[in-house]
Each structure stands twice: as C-alpha cells, then as structure tokens.
C-alpha cells in the first residue's frame, strides 16, 4: 500500500487548504476495511493526532485543537481521504501525514497505524 498526500501550502491566517491522502495498491473494498487518519508534525516536535474516521466513513475523532474548524472524510470508492481545513491559525503550521490503521476502528495513536504517506507542508502566515 502506498499513500500520497497532497494539497499543502502557504496560506494566511484565517484562510483554508484542502489536503487529500490517495491510496494505491487498495481497491475501493479493501480500502474502506480500514480506519485513516492525519496527523501533523511541527519542528521539534512530535508527530500528534489530527483526525481519524471509520473505514464507512461514518465514525469520526478530531483532536480538540483542530475540532470544528476541520473536517475529515472519504470517498472509498476513489479510495482517498481529505482533510479541510478552515480558519486556519499560525499553530497549524506542520507536516501533514496520512495514515491508514491496522483495523476498521479509528485510532489516535501512531502505533495504530500501519501505512504512512510522504506528508505535506502546511504553512499558515500571521
């Protein structure tokens, strides 16, 4: 399984991105048997959880920092995950990373996951 990650980018505060996480080597079946998540990573920091969803897509888990100001989703049938992301803020700033968990069930923990994407840079300007 590979995962691509794109959509990353310079943007303004209060602006918004739309990241999406392409996978090859799944089949919209076997794509939609396991749980996907984003999570970041800043400079010097470690890598922590964004957001996750179901394999239906019908579960979802966002970190409290990010929650209602981002949104996950899934098309299986494309077998890509999207992140938006509104009223972006300066904080935001990191690499984002896709990743696809060991089962149906969305996790929050990187060990939970099994796959991980290249990441993509996002930069929010003050």
């Known amino acids: 399984v590979q995962l691509q990650a794109s959509g990353g980018g310079l943007v303004q505060a209060g602006g918004s991105l739309r990241l999406s996480c392409a996978a090859s080597?799944?089949?919209?079946?076997?794509?939609?048997?396991?749980?996907m998540g984003w999570f970041r990573q800043a400079p010097g920091k470690e890598r922590e959880f964004v957001a996750a969803?179901?394999?239906?897509?019908?579960?979802?888990y966002y970190a409290d920092s990010v929650k209602d100001r981002f949104t996950i989703s899934r098309d299986n049938a494309k077998s890509t995950m999207y992140l938006q992301m509104n009223t972006l803020k300066p904080e935001d700033t990191a690499v984002y990373y896709c990743?696809?968990?060991?089962?149906?069930?969305?996790?929050?923990?990187?060990?939970?996951?099994?796959?991980w994407g290249q990441g993509t840079q996002v930069t929010v300007s003050s």
């Open positions: 080597g799944r089949t919209y079946i076997t794509f939609s048997r396991y749980a």
């Open positions: 969803i179901s394999g239906s897509g019908g579960v979802t």
């Open positions: 990743a696809e968990a060991r089962g149906v069930v969305p996790a929050v923990k990187t060990l939970d996951y099994n796959y």
